[in-house]
């Protein structure tokens, strides 16, 4: 049964309004009501699809269509629409972190730390987000902040699309149950609230299931120009996993500019999202694929201080070679113009070109060795 179903069974009859994602229906909110304000994915993710409302923001999956507008509880929703119940251990781990929360409330100085207590809830809300913010690129002051991706990070429309891409209109500040997450103190005992930044959302997905959202504010709202939605995983991005050649970099817009251009080339990605993550913290597959791999390109951001006298001891130099060390067959491959890819696509450079030969720069100080 996929959220169409429901919806139709519901009473409403939608209109396909778009072939985007498997297709988008549009029809009144069954809450809240209007005319074409609640947007429906049957094929969107892996089961059941996803649906959204414009204006009351209620959204998700199709078990919480089943809770949101059928007022069913959990267990029922999942006989509904035949799915399992998760299974005692999850229910046991909801359980002790639910404890742990108690101990937020009696010793907030202590602590720092970002917990999801409720994983279904986040997950529920950061897929409605994710649908939301690629809605909201599509449709609104596209001038703005499409034509941003496209025309100065050199994102084709469908790298955007594919990479779920999005943009919060306006800042909001959510409470931190209503994400099911655990609350965050500030000094003055007060609950920090969650920050949902204006600005481009990077998502990193799997499948259907929301790892983490990433905002990058404009330029103009200062610093800091990234942030992580509270509740983020923080493992980094992974393009053709099973590449025989990667290239490393820092951004995640720029990894995705690489793996665009280099798409004939079949060249893996690897997006470290900072240039301080070191080799030993990747997720033990990640290593294994660079262990494997014949080519390793190391493209960290070429960015020393103008008044450093070692030009390799900054960053990106220092990272770089904690990357060389670990991995024989990795090769340094900078930028020819300007400090990253992206300034390298554009000022003109052929991406496509400049890997071709940074591959065989590798391949000849293989032969060397
Ligand atoms: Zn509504």
Redesign the pocket.
């Known amino acids: 049964m996929n959220v169409l179903e429901l919806y139709q069974d519901d009473g409403f009859q939608p209109r396909r309004v778009a072939s985007t994602n498997g297709g988008e229906w549009a029809g009144p909110?069954p809450?809240?009501g209007?005319g074409d304000?609640?947007l429906v994915w049957p094929n969107r993710g892996k089961e059941g699809g996803s649906y959204w409302?414009r204006?009351?923001n209620?959204g998700g999956d199709v078990i919480q269509y089943c809770r949101d507008v059928r007022k069913m509880s959990f267990p029922e929703a999942c006989l509904r629409v035949g799915r399992e119940l998760p299974g005692p251990s999850y229910r046991r781990s909801v359980k002790k972190t639910q404890a742990s929360t108690m101990q937020y409330h009696a010793t907030p100085a202590l602590q720092q730390e970002t917990s999801v207590v409720d994983p279904g809830l986040w997950q529920a809300r950061a897929r409605t987000l994710v649908d939301e913010t690629t809605y909201n690129l599509w449709h609104y002051q596209q001038d703005r902040w499409l034509k941003w991706l496209t025309s100065h990070r050199g994102l084709h429309e469908e790298t955007v699309k594919e990479a779920s891409l999005g943009v919060m209109l306006l800042d909001r500040w959510p409470e931190p149950q209503t994400w099911g997450l655990a609350p965050e103190f500030k000094e003055d005992g007060r609950v920090k609230r969650v920050w949902l930044a204006q600005g481009h959302t990077i998502p990193l997905l799997e499948g259907s299931e929301v790892l983490r959202i990433k905002f990058r504010r404009p330029k103009s709202a200062g610093d800091p120009r990234y942030l992580f939605l509270r509740g983020s995983s923080p493992q980094v991005r992974v393009i053709n996993p099973h590449s025989l050649s990667f290239v490393i970099v820092e951004n995640e817009l720029d990894g995705l500019l690489v793996a665009q251009e280099g798409s004939s080339l079949g060249i893996g990605v690897i997006a470290l999202g900072s240039a301080s993550v070191k080799p030993g913290s990747l997720a033990p597959e990640v290593q294994a694929a660079l262990k494997n791999s014949s080519y390793i390109l190391i493209s960290l951001d070429f960015d020393p201080p103008k008044d450093a006298e070692d030009k390799d001891a900054w960053a990106g130099g220092k990272a770089a070679r904690a990357w060389l060390k670990k991995f024989p067959q990795a090769h340094r491959w900078l930028p020819v113009k300007g400090k990253d890819v992206t300034e390298m696509w554009q000022a003109g450079v052929s991406i496509k070109a400049w890997l071709e030969a940074g591959i065989e720069r590798a391949i000849k100080a293989k032969e060397a060795k």
């Open positions: 909110c809450l809240c209007g304000r609640f409302c204006q009351c209620i």
